[in-house]
T-cell receptor, first 114, second 111 residues
């Protein structure tokens, strides 16, 4: 089946620093990947759509300069949380669509900003 | 904008009973409706899905029904078991691969 690998699974960083999260499609090519944020006991909120070779499309209310997305290859998308603050602490999860198996989620990254 | 409402937010049932979770979507162009199960701290897992050209789909103890006219769809779990306890999310998509998720239902199956 389609596998999406996400790293790191958890990260603790100091306020003001930047954190990069990687999302890889292991056995398929993904021209489009999606980044979600999930606060405790809440739903998955789409942050942005990552398109290989072009700029990401951000949802309303998501700061593109704070959440930098790079989709430089057909198997890798990265999300960088710049100048992180405690309110950015959340569970970040990516997903990609594979033609046969459909929509697959990464394992998620729990970010804690202290 | 696009919106998916999900009810109830929490649901407790006795083991062996049925559980029903309902979702309503706003975008009439939506044509694909997946359901995900998410255990604590883990990734959502697809459990069943339905497309707009089908009214009902069943997979063992799990079934989904779709009413396009009313723009709502439901998840039905029969003969619930403790391992069914999790958070369930519905979603709607209009074919752009962009999913709009419901707010989630925390299902607790009591042994």
């Amino acid at each position: 089946g389609a596998v999406v690998s996400q790293h790191p699974s958890w990260v603790i960083c100091k306020s003001g620093t930047s954190v990069k999260i990687e999302c890889r499609s292991l056995d398929f090519q993904a021209t489009t990947m999606f980044w979600y944020r999930q606060f405790p006991k809440q739903s998955l909120m789409l942050m942005a759509t990552s398109n290989e070779g072009s700029k990401a499309t951000y949802e309303q209310g998501v700061e593109k300069d704070k959440f930098l997305i790079n989709h430089a290859s057909l198997t890798l998308s990265t999300l960088t949380v710049t100048s992180a603050h405690p309110e950015d602490s959340s569970f970040y999860i990516c997903s990609a669509r594979e033609r046969t198996y459909g929509y697959t989620f990464g394992s998620g990254t729990r970010l804690t900003v202290v | 904008g696009e919106n998916v409402e999900q009810h109830p937010s929490t649901l407790s049932v006795q083991e062996g009973d049925s559980a029903v979770i309902k979702c309503t979507y706003s975008d009439s162009a939506s044509n694909y409706f997946p359901w995900y199960k998410q255990e604590l701290g883990k990734r959502p897992q697809l459990i069943i899905d339905i497309r707009s050209n089908v009214g009902e789909k069943k997979d063992q103890r799990i079934a989904v029904t779709l009413n396009k006219t009313a723009k709502h769809f439901s998840l039905h779990i029969t003969e619930t078991q403790p391992e069914d306890s999790a958070v369930y999310f519905c979603a709607a998509s209009s074919g752009t691969y962009k999913y709009i998720f419901g707010t989630g239902t925390r299902l607790k199956v009591l042994a």
